[in-house]
């Protein structure tokens, strides 16, 4: 009996943490399924990755068709209209401030200002979809299209599964995969992604973290049945169920010259377009704990960011140790990659630190697996007419915390000492519906990772197609 195929496409490295590092693949190698990896990572991360599995993946070469100029104007175009549209349904006109975020050149800039204009002219949602079906018509007419066909009928999937949604350049993948009657399933990558607009794919299915996702899938784009989402979680919080990674708070102080007798804080850090001035309220945490001898301020950058912004306050307090994440950077500008010690690491900063203290981040999802309140700076630290943090806590995800004591919120610089020896002191009586509030974000009564696999078996076992054609 001929084995069933199940195609991995992971654009960049963003999936490998999620899905080659979780039980998935050996998951589904052990249930009779011929795993498959369409990448365009680093051979020396695919090494790593086999190693860990034990069993060489059937690799594919992911070649990525850049966009013609009227194909990005017209995606930038319904991406500016369907911001303006999530903006009306919600009543939340901060998903506006998603359409272009950071510094962009000239030509750029112009470019983009000409799609706004464009979006504009979208009036209701099905002027929105008519111009999308443009698109794909577009890429149907392309070498893109072609090769993937070719690349598709040679190998002979029985499903595919994408490991984020927003690579646009995969359009044309998708769409050779539904002309071949190849099933496909999308993953939703983050919990703030689909106000965003953040879905230039179209698959045949979808996993979602949890019930509050599906509906926001369900708001944001009607077109798409209740009966093409599935409720899987995300692997990426697997981890935290693993005892066998963690080791003794001795053994972590060792590892990274730590005090084992102090009381330890996260601070991680922010990218700069969410935290412009993350220096600032790291040296602002820092001074406000100078003068307590038990407690360590534990510094994680996010990992796609370079240190050398904080440098100097790191450099000129010594209350604060440097924990960097282990990625690595490859070649290609999308292999940016976690090695899988800092699953381990990340592992063992929530479980040893009290608690972590940024800008709003989803490390407070990850404290609230080891049942600790998360801080969020709700302060600015500079007048800045394009970013304030009243802004941020406005944004359309942050709306999860209505009517819940979800996190600690610092308001005030002169809080920031209270507040965390609050936290350190009474954790059960901080941010009490935390556990509430994390499993509305995320469904969590079972492994995503072997939900995923239940998934994966079914989807391949239905007979989508004949039940959808006209």
């Excluded at 899905?19 to 991360?45: A, P, Q």
């Excluded at 990005?72 to 919600?90: G, I, P, Q, V």
């Excluded at 999308?132 to 007419?141: A, M, P, R």
Aim: aromatic share 14%; with cysteine; glycine share 2%.
């Amino acid at each position: 009996m001929e084995k069933r195929k199940v195609l991995f496409v992971v654009p960049d490295g963003v999936g490998i943490r999620n899905y080659l590092y979780s039980d998935m693949i050996s998951g589904l190698t052990n249930e009779g399924f011929d795993v498959l990896l369409m990448h365009n990572l680093d051979k020396e991360l695919i090494n790593l990755i086999n190693a860990r599995l034990n069993t060489p993946l059937n690799q594919i070469e992911l070649n990525f068709f850049r966009e013609k100029k009227i194909q990005t104007l017209l995606r930038e175009s319904t991406t500016f209209a369907r911001l303006k549209s999530n903006a009306r349904t919600k009543n939340n006109p901060t998903i506006l401030e998603n359409w272009v975020r950071g510094n962009v050149d000239f030509k750029r800039k112009l470019f983009l200002h000409f799609a706004k204009f464009l979006g504009s002219f979208l009036k209701n949602y099905r002027s929105i979809q008519f111009l999308e079906s443009l698109i794909e018509k577009l890429w149907k007419d392309t070498e893109a299209f072609i090769h993937y066909q070719e690349i598709l009928m040679v190998y002979k999937p029985d499903l595919i599964f994408i490991t984020h949604q927003r690579v646009p350049s995969l359009v044309p993948f998708c769409l050779a995969a539904s002309s071949l009657k190849i099933k496909t399933i999308s993953a939703i990558y983050s919990w703030d992604n689909l106000p965003k607009a953040r879905l230039p794919i179209r698959t045949d299915f979808y996993a979602v973290w949890s019930d509050h996702m599906k509906n926001e899938l369900l708001d944001f784009y009607p077109e798409i049945r209740s009966s093409q989402i599935f409720v899987t979680g995300t692997p990426q919080f697997d981890f935290y169920s693993n005892t066998q990674l963690i080791i003794s708070r001795i053994e972590f102080a060792k590892r990274y010259n730590l005090d084992a007798e102090k009381r330890w804080v996260l601070f991680s850090g922010d990218d700069e377009l969410t935290s412009p001035y993350d220096a600032l309220y790291l040296k602002d945490v820092a001074e406000a704990l100078v003068n307590l001898d038990n407690i360590e301020i534990l510094f994680r950058q996010v990992p796609v960011s370079s240190v050398d912004r904080y440098r100097n306050v790191i450099e000129n307090f010594p209350n604060i140790k440097h924990i960097p994440p282990l990625w690595m950077k490859g070649q290609n500008w999308n292999s940016f990659f976690p090695l899988f010690e800092d699953i381990q690491l990340l592992t063992n900063l929530c479980f040893h630190c009290g608690t972590v203290i940024n800008i709003g981040s989803t490390m407070a999802l990850d404290f609230s697996f080891f049942n600790k309140p998360g801080i969020f700076l709700k302060y600015d630290v500079l007048k800045d007419p394009n970013w304030s943090t009243s802004t941020v806590y406005n944004f359309q995800h942050f709306r999860s915390f209505i009517g819940l004591d979800a996190v600690v919120f610092i308001e005030e610089k002169s809080e920031i000492e209270s507040k965390i020896l609050q936290v350190l002191n009474t954790p059960e009586s901080v941010a009490v519906d935390r556990i509430i509030w994390r499993n509305k974000i995320v469904k969590n009564d079972f492994k995503a990772s072997l939900e995923l696999e239940k998934v994966i078996n079914s989807v391949v076992e239905q007979d989508f197609f004949s039940k959808n054609e006209n």
